[in-house]
């Protein structure tokens, strides 16, 4: 990978790890409920999750969903219902104190959250399909996985640090509960691009079908 790659693919990670979306919106809301602190295994989960998924796409996974493309279908449709049930957990929680709201997200479910986030999967389908060059091979592929990793984290902390910085105004039951409401309204929201993705179904194919096949699978070709 050239030096004007690189750089461009940093400008990538940046651009759509930084942006709203399902992982930023819940990390906002992770902070203003329980602090950066406590959100910490939170952001690193989306971060290995994150590298771990373009890891996968590049070594051939993406070539499993062309030949199956029903596969892809059933994630977008689970990743939707989990989202709204993550929506209606943020939009119920009413205290910054209550013991009775749920926990932050773990290292894992941050991590296994990639699998049904549509967005994530835009952002590992476009890592491998425009950054990684003609001919280079599948080796070039822990370069894209690390560098994702090591740019994505730092936006991440931001949007929950972000969040911690709101706790201060939102020491009134009442105000809490009306940015948890927008929070859970602005994550549903970002369900958009998923449904509307499922009555294009030939723009995730065409994605998938440039992701290179698995050295085993190119071989036997």
Same mark, same amino acid.
């Given at each position: 990978m050239?030096?004007e790659?690189l750089?461009a693919?940093v400008?990538?990670?940046?651009?759509?790890a930084?942006t709203? !979306?399902p992982?930023?919106m819940? *990390?906002l809301?992770s902070g203003?409920n329980? /602090?950066?602190? $406590? &959100?910490?295994?939170?952001?690193?989960g989306?971060?290995? !999750?994150?590298?771990?998924?373009v *890891?996968?796409?590049?070594?051939?996974l993406? /070539?499993?969903f $062309? &030949?199956y493309p029903?596969l892809?279908?059933?994630?977008r449709?689970v990743g939707?219902?989990?989202m709204?049930?993550?929506a209606?957990?943020i /939009?119920?929680?009413s205290?910054v104190?209550?013991?009775?709201?749920a926990k932050?997200?773990?290292?894992?479910?941050?991590?296994?959250?990639?699998?049904?986030n549509?967005k994530?999967?835009a952002?590992?389908l476009?890592a491998?399909?425009t950054?990684?060059?003609?001919?280079?091979g599948?080796t070039?592929?822990?370069?894209l996985?690390?560098?994702?990793?090591?740019v994505?984290?730092?936006c991440?902390a931001a949007?929950?640090?972000?969040g911690?910085?709101?706790?201060?105004?939102?020491?009134k039951?009442?105000v809490l509960r009306t940015?948890?409401?927008?929070?859970?309204?602005l994550?549903?929201?970002?369900l958009?691009?998923l449904?509307?993705?499922?009555?294009?179904p030939?723009?995730?194919?065409e994605?998938l079908?440039?992701?290179?096949?698995p050295?085993?699978m190119?071989?036997?070709g």
């Amino acid at each position: 990978m050239t030096p004007e790659l690189l750089l461009a693919y940093v400008l990538f990670c940046f651009a759509t790890a930084g942006t709203p !979306g399902p992982n930023n919106m819940m *990390l906002l809301a992770s902070g203003a409920n329980f /602090g950066l602190r $406590r &959100t910490v295994l939170h952001i690193l989960g989306i971060s290995c !999750g994150l590298g771990f998924m373009v *890891l996968c796409m590049g070594l051939g996974l993406g /070539g499993v969903f $062309r &030949t199956y493309p029903v596969l892809h279908e059933i994630l977008r449709w689970v990743g939707a219902a989990y989202m709204l049930w993550l929506a209606w957990k943020i /939009g119920t929680s009413s205290s910054v104190s209550d013991k009775s709201l749920a926990k932050p997200m773990t290292f894992l479910q941050a991590a296994a959250f990639q699998w049904v986030n549509p967005k994530a999967w835009a952002m590992a389908l476009g890592a491998v399909t425009t950054y990684a060059p003609e001919g280079s091979g599948w080796t070039i592929v822990p370069l894209l996985a690390g560098t994702f990793m090591l740019v994505g984290a730092p936006c991440s902390a931001a949007w929950a640090g972000f969040g911690q910085g709101l706790r201060p105004f939102l020491d009134k039951p009442a105000v809490l509960r009306t940015f948890n409401v927008v929070m859970a309204v602005l994550l549903v929201v970002s369900l958009y691009p998923l449904v509307f993705e499922h009555r294009k179904p030939n723009l995730s194919l065409e994605a998938l079908a440039s992701v290179p096949a698995p050295p085993a699978m190119q071989s036997r070709g």
